[in-house]
């Protein structure tokens, strides 16, 4: 039995979260403005065959293949929508579940540090995979269940102001989301991804 975690569309890639899956994936770059798919199962080796029936089933890209003892997750892209939603309706039939089968988001902790010091700009420099945050900067930290959720979070939120992407992890127990930007920016695209997260259904996720 294949425990669907994250099962999430991502309609339209947005430039930074494209250029920041390229930093860290193994497989195909993905391209701004491509159509994402980004899937969350247990147990990880499951992964593999959730790979085999979406590239079976379409003409898609896959990006990042992470497999882990306890989860596995698979990003794949496309400039055709259709593609990936049909690449994912296959998914679902071979698991013989429904997109709401997922688990639905629980948000574990968010929070917004305003006036950030000249040091911990530093030390978070150092861990980012994308952009860099400033002295007097705003940092704004998600942490996320299921970890693949941090990937839709940190499209909209880029989608909905104009903040610099400094880390995502959206796989593992927890995943994990790091933005920087002016404080309004960093409220504005908070906002955002309080909204996604809560629009999105699925099982319900009592944390422990």
């Known amino acids: 039995m294949i425990d669907l975690r994250t099962f999430v569309y991502l309609d339209v890639l947005q430039p930074q979260l494209a250029a920041f899956i390229s930093t860290v994936c193994q497989g195909y770059f993905?391209?701004?403005e491509q159509a994402a798919l980004f899937i969350e199962v247990a147990p990880g080796i499951a992964i593999n065959r959730i790979t085999d029936r979406a590239m079976k089933s379409a003409d898609v890209?896959?990006?990042?293949?992470?497999?882990?003892?306890a989860y596995g997750?698979?990003?794949?892209?496309?400039?055709?929508?259709?593609?990936?939603?049909?690449?994912?309706?296959?998914?679902?039939?071979?698991?013989?579940?429904?997109?709401?089968?997922?688990?639905?988001p629980r948000v574990v902790s968010s929070e917004i540090i305003t006036g950030?010091?000249?040091?911990?700009?530093?030390?978070?420099?150092?861990?980012?995979?994308?952009q860099l945050i400033l002295k007097g900067e705003s940092l704004y930290i998600l942490?996320?269940?299921?970890?693949?959720?941090?990937?839709i979070a940190a499209n909209e939120a880029e989608k909905a102001s104009p903040i610099n992407l400094l880390e995502m992890r959206a796989f593992?127990?927890?995943?994990?989301?790091?933005?920087?930007?002016?404080?309004?920016?960093?409220?504005?695209?908070?906002n955002?991804?309080?909204?996604?997260?809560t629009s999105i259904t699925g099982?319900?996720?009592i944390g422990k």
């Open 30 to 32: 993905p391209l701004e």
């Open 61 to 69: 890209q896959p990006g990042m293949q992470i497999v882990e003892r």
């Open 73 to 104: 997750a698979l990003e794949i892209h496309s400039f055709d929508q259709g593609e990936i939603r049909a690449a994912g309706d296959a998914v679902l039939d071979y698991m013989g579940q429904t997109e709401n089968d997922r688990l639905a």
């Open 116 to 130: 950030l010091d000249s040091y911990q700009a530093m030390l978070l420099n150092r861990m980012r995979h994308g």
């Open 143 to 151: 942490e996320v269940h299921p970890a693949g959720y941090a990937m």
């Open 172 to 190: 593992g127990a927890f995943g994990r989301l790091y933005l920087g930007g002016k404080e309004s920016e960093i409220e504005e695209a908070a």
């Open 192 to 197: 955002a991804v309080k909204a996604s997260l």
């Open 203 to 205: 099982r319900e996720n």
